[in-house]
């Protein structure tokens, strides 16, 4: 492909993207995605980077209000669970979209997937803020096939060190995934 046919085939992309289209606005939508990436983990005792995880998502939305279950499991015995509650927003067309969102709710971690089998806890439970973006192009009717990216900060109970220790365990995580979406809006 010469640069010209090239230059032509990214302008003509371009401009499918900024054209104005009817924009598919649901007041109100369910959905499941399920999905597979990597997560990076900070703080005292966590492992730096999982070796992959593969999960699920179960959801809704109202305007701009949205709730869902977010479970992901590393192998083994690693396993991370959210229910978060917050708000989103999309931009775009119905053909290519982008969506903030943030939140925050509650986490669960088996096996050390957050912070490490430093701690001899099986699972550990606490709060969780996070926030995330992802880039979705609609490749069906109802069908999404996404590029996302997440990150939170949580608390997790923890073994107490110490008299001076207060039990807890906080750290940060990125997520990045892979996700295909099925999505009903009205």
């Known amino acids: 492909m010469s640069w010209k046919s090239g230059s032509a085939a990214l302008a003509l992309a371009v401009v499918g993207l900024v054209v104005p289209r009817a924009a598919r606005a ?11 990436g990597v997560t990076t983990s900070g703080g005292t005792g966590s492992p730096d980077t999982s070796p992959g995880g593969f999960g699920f998502r179960l959801g809704a939305r109202l305007l701009i209000f949205e709730g869902y279950y977010d479970y992901t499991d590393f192998g083994g015995s690693g396993a991370i669970s959210r229910g978060i509650g917050g708000l989103r927003a999309g931009f775009g067309s119905s053909d290519v979209r982008l969506v903030l969102r943030a939140g925050g709710g509650v986490i669960s971690e088996r096996g050390g997937a957050l912070t490490g089998n430093s701690f001899e806890v099986g699972t550990r439970t606490g709060g969780v803020g996070r926030i995330g973006a992802a880039l979705e192009a609609q490749v069906a009717p109802a069908v999404l096939l996404g590029l996302g990216i997440d990150a939170e900060t949580f608390i997790l109970a923890g073994p107490s060190a110490g008299p001076r220790d207060d039990g807890l365990y906080t750290g940060s995580d990125v997520f990045a995934n892979l996700h295909v979406m099925f999505e009903l809006g009205i």
């Open 26 to 36: 649901d007041v109100a939508a369910v959905y499941a995605e399920g999905h597979g």
